[in-house]
């Protein structure tokens, strides 16, 4: 009797121990986020508790093998979905092979299987020829579900990140193409802004051209008439009042005469001559004779020069770009400050570019488009005729450069004059 008895505590322990080791099983099973990686040796362990006399490993075939390699196709358990007992039949290589031939004498092999997919396999292996009772068997059975469904769980929830980060990503890629598409149209809208705008000069200089030529003949005809009439005036004794007032019509014809030579030289129909011009001796002597008229006006002007190749152009007109610019820098700056003259040589692009910054009151958004329109300015109608910049585009397209602008209202503006070098051959030229 007392034999009998300790027989059925020790089957009683032995029941705890696998209750407590399924226990633990579930739990393990039943966290989130899986690492099946992780999960797995944990299992294992837990499954050599419940199964004391073998050997457990794990083989998943979309994770970490954790058993003998099997090739797909050659294991009887996995072809035919059931479990195999190597008692029974000793096809599977787990037991026929090379290593385990030698080691194991009972193998045990259950496939990991969700609906028809087969996810892997668990093995038992012992050294000693056994079996497995109808109870661990069933156990077993219980445990290979679990960890079938545990594996598919995960492998599920693996593919919703991956479908999650897909879609991160695919997000982001438009993201990236709206914003790429949005510059494209902003560009595209710039680009419209400046054929309109360059369809508005041509339409523009076509007028200048056939009202100059109009205005030029009477003007001349009253300014030789009042210079007469001027000249006369201490013989024929005109009065005073009437002398002063001959002076103001001289004065505003004169005007006008000078706003039809601008318009005259807006619309292109004056004569260029071209020759090699040093920029950086045009830039020097400029800044020579404007710089004390400035400096009353406590404004310095700086310099940043670099060796800067020859350009090909007119020097008077070149000469005038650059006053145009330093003149509206000026009167940017009613309080004082400082103008910065800086030049640079694109030896890739073969371009040079001269920076004209200043340090006053900027330009209103609102009229930023306007600035380079015929007659538009922001000065007294006295100081200013609106041709400054139209006039300095123009001479800067004439000579297959071009005229940028950039402005913070409140900071200041900076002007860059962006000119070609001159041609390879013409550079030789001066260098001989």
């Known amino acids: 009797m007392g034999q009998h008895h300790n027989t059925a505590l020790s089957t009683e322990e032995q029941l705890k121990k696998q209750i407590v080791a399924l226990h633990k099983i579930n739990n393990i099973t039943g966290f989130l986020p899986l ?15 419940i199964f004391a006399d073998f050997e457990c490993n ?3 075939f979309a994770g ?49 299987t969700a609906g028809t997919e087969v996810l892997g396999v668990i093995t038992l292996k012992s050294m000693r ?16 579900n679990q960890v079938a469904a545990t594996i598919q769980r995960s492998q599920l929830l693996n593919h919703l990140a991956q479908e999650k980060r897909n879609l991160e990503n695919a997000n982001n ?41 109009e205005i030029n003949n009477p003007i001349g005809i009253i300014l030789s008439r009042l210079e007469w009439l001027l000249l006369e005036a201490p013989e024929s004794e005109l009065p005073e009042e009437v002398v002063r007032d001959l002076q103001v019509i001289k004065k505003h014809t004169d005007r006008i005469a000078h706003i039809t030579r601008g318009l005259l030289s807006f619309s292109r129909r004056t004569k260029n001559e071209t020759s ?11 800044v020579a004779w404007l710089e004390r008229q400035f400096s009353r006006k406590d404004i310095m002007l700086a310099l940043n020069l ?80 609106g041709l400054g910049l139209p006039i300095s585009l123009t001479i800067m397209k004439e000579h297959e450069g071009f005229l940028r602008m950039a402005s913070t209202p409140g900071e200041g503006s900076c002007f860059s004059m962006i000119l070609p070098c001159a041609p390879m051959h013409e550079e030789g030229e001066r260098n001989g």
């Open 306 to 385: 670099n060796p800067l190749p020859q350009v090909m152009g007119n020097r008077d007109q070149l000469e005038q770009v650059l006053v145009n610019i330093l003149t509206n820098a000026k009167d940017a700056l009613p309080k004082g400050g400082q103008i910065t003259i800086a030049a640079k040589h694109d030896s890739e692009q073969k371009l040079i570019q001269i920076d004209v910054a200043d340090t006053g009151t900027g330009i209103p958004e609102e009229i930023m488009n306007t600035i380079f329109d015929p007659f538009f300015s922001t000065k007294d109608k006295e100081l200013g005729t």
């Open 173 to 213: 890629e438009i993201t990236q193409l709206n914003t790429e598409l949005m510059s494209t149209i902003k560009e595209l809208k710039r680009t419209q802004m400046q054929l309109i705008y360059s369809e508005r000069l041509a339409a523009a200089g076509r007028l200048a051209a056939n009202l100059t030529h």
């Open 58 to 60: 794990i083989n998943v």
């Open 64 to 112: 970490k093998s954790n058993c003998c390699t099997l090739e797909e196709g050659s294991c009887k358990a996995l072809r035919d979905q059931l479990p195999m007992l190597a008692e029974q039949d000793q096809s599977c290589p787990c037991y026929t092979g090379k290593v385990c031939q030698k080691t194991y004498l009972a193998h045990i092999c259950v496939p990991l």
């Open 276 to 286: 090699l011009v040093n920029l950086e001796k045009l830039i020097k002597e400029t």
């Open 35 to 49: 690492n099946i990686a992780e999960m797995l040796p944990v299992i294992k362990k837990e499954m050599e508790d």
């Open 129 to 144: 020829r056994q079996g497995l009772s109808r109870d661990l068997l069933e156990l077993l059975l219980a445990i290979a």
